[in-house]
C-alpha cells in the first residue's frame, strides 16, 4: 500500500473512496456500459477515483511539438471512447460542440484551462438577414492534477488551452457515444464548421505521417 493510501485510511477509514489504477479504471468503465442505461454521474466518481500515475499512461502520451495530440486508449466496446490528450505549451483547441455526446475530462498532469461558451445566438439585421454575434462566454476554469470536469452539448461549447509556456499537461477524456466530426466555432462571428476528430495514436503505437499529416487543422 503506498503511503497516502495508509494515511488515507488512518483518517477516514473505510469511507474513503479507495483509488484505483489506470486497467481497474478501465474493467469498471466496461462493467458501467454494460448496460444500455448508463449512469454518468456514476462514471465521472470513477474518473475522479482513478489517481493520475504516469508510469501507466505514459505509453499514450505522444506529444506533437505544434499541436495538442489526442492519442486512443481504448475503443470501449464501441460505447465510449478513452483518450490522452497531450498538450504542449501553449496549446490549445478550437472552440468545439460534443456531437451529442457526453465528454468527461481529467487532468493527468499540469493544468488546463477550459473556457465555455454559450451557443451562437442568431440576430436579423436592418434588411432581416439573420447573422450570429460573437460567442458569449459562460466562466472560465482552471483544472489541476486528478481534477474531473464534464460537459455536454445542452451545458454549451468549450475551448481547452494550456496556458503555461513551461510546463506540457496531459489529460484523460472520456466520450461516450464515440463520435468521429465535431463543430468548430469561430469566437467572433459564431460561424460554426465541421471538423474530423482523429487520434495522433492508437493503443500506444504511433500512426504513420500520412494519417497523422491528414489532421484538420482545428479538430478536437
Ligand atoms: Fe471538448
Redesign the pocket.
Known sequence: MEPWQVLQERFHGNSAPKSINLKDLIEQLYEAFASNDVDIDHVQDLMATYRSNPQEWRKFAKFDRYRYTRNLVDEGNGKFNLIVLCWGEGHG?AI?D?ADAH?I?KILQGELCETKYKWPKKYLDNQGNEFQGELEEINRCIYKNNDVTY?NDSIGL?R?ENLSTVNPAVSL?LYSPPFSTCSVFNKQTGQKSTSKVTFWSKFGERRNREIQNARTPED?
Open positions: 483547441s468545439h460534443h465528454c475530462m460537459i468549450h481547452v477524456h478536437n
